[in-house]
């Protein structure tokens, strides 16, 4: 038996001799394979890089149009005639919904947009700043005066007092629920002092001023019967200008009694009794049985991206302790 191996048939290799002899079949669809899949990966790759890149776009557009209040998908008058929200929740004080900075160009965008029928202030604050305030009620009233055909009302479902109410005052009228918290028509200026704690523990206070009022309100120092006295009269005036923004808001309609501006506040129900409220009413039954325009547009100024973000990774923490140190003392209508 022969020991030689058969020859095994194979195929024809091209002689580079004759350009004519055909390629390898297997070997050129492997190629084509490998080029088209190539290609199929670059364009499927050229396609995710278009849309990260558009949705980045997008994600910055949206961030900025949020950031500056923007209305990207066309604006309150589109839908015709309504009734315009503006929201006020929590303290009325520089920063956030009760700010002046805040209401008044919502004010502004809702009064003279010409879908809106009437303005529907609706408030839920325990008071604040009477300057936040105060500056409000002006501009309520130039409003008032510049768009008379257009009412403003204020609608109460939890507490309206102190600062809550010398803005509501300002108002055509006042719609409460018959639980609602109403009134509070007062001043305080609160602190604390440790002058006998720190005279206890036998520590010194040492404090330089250029004036001799300078260290009024500290509260590691004495309080003098001339500085209460000073503080007093002027808690006095800023309670009067509160009483003359209420009177002159609710005119005869306010059944004044020794109580009405003690600083003390009734239920919804008892309000309406003393004229310090009309009648008891929700935003949605005012925009539909009062106003007769049930489509209900929100104009309150929102916090933009950016604040949410810093509030987010506790930047407001670090703000909320600065306000307080630097508020204490200062007068507060609540």
């Not at 209460?228 to 005119?251: D, S």
């Amino acid at each position: 038996m022969s020991n030689e191996i058969p020859d095994t048939p194979t195929s024809p290799t091209p002689d580079p001799a004759r350009p004519d002899t055909p390629p390898i079949k297997w070997e050129r669809e492997v190629l084509e394979k490998l080029v088209f899949a190539t290609i199929k990966e670059q364009r499927a790759n050229r396609r995710w890089s278009i849309f990260y890149k558009v949705a980045l776009l997008l994600l910055v557009f949206f961030a900025i149009a949020s950031y500056f209040e923007v209305d990207v998908f066309g604006g309150e008058g589109d839908v015709g005639r309504h009734t315009a929200l503006i929201e006020i929740e929590g303290d009325i004080e520089a920063q956030g919904s009760g700010a002046a900075a805040v209401v008044i160009p919502a004010l502004n965008k809702a009064f003279a947009d010409d879908g809106s029928v009437a303005v529907v202030l609706h408030i839920n604050s325990p008071g604040g700043s009477p300057v936040q305030a105060g500056m409000i009620v002006d501009e309520i009233r130039r409003l008032r005066q510049g768009y008379p055909e257009k009412p403003l009302f204020v609608v109460v479902d939890e507490i309206c007092a102190s600062g809550g109410y010398y803005i509501a005052s300002a108002a055509d009228r006042i719609y409460v629920n018959k639980a609602s918290i109403i009134g509070s028509i007062g001043v305080l200026m609160d602190g604390f002092g440790f002058t006998g704690a720190m005279e206890k523990l036998g520590v010194e206070r040492r404090l330089l001023t250029a004036g001799a009022n300078k260290g009024f309100m500290d509260p590691f120092s004495p309080q003098s019967d001339k500085q209460k006295q000073h503080a007093q009269a002027m808690l006095n005036e800023i309670h009067q200008q509160f009483i003359e923004t209420v009177r002159a808001g609710r005119g005869k309609r306010l059944h004044e009694t020794p109580e009405t501006f003690s600083g003390s506040f009734w239920t919804g129900a008892r309000a309406i009794d003393m004229g310090l409220a009309d009648e008891l009413g929700s935003v949605d039954s005012v925009a539909r049985d009062v106003v007769k325009a049930e489509d209900i547009i929100d104009y309150t100024q929102h916090e933009g991206l950016p604040e949410r973000v810093l509030k987010k990774f506790g930047a407001a923490v670090g703000h909320g302790a600065v306000k307080a140190a630097v508020e204490a003392g200062v007068p507060v209508i609540k």
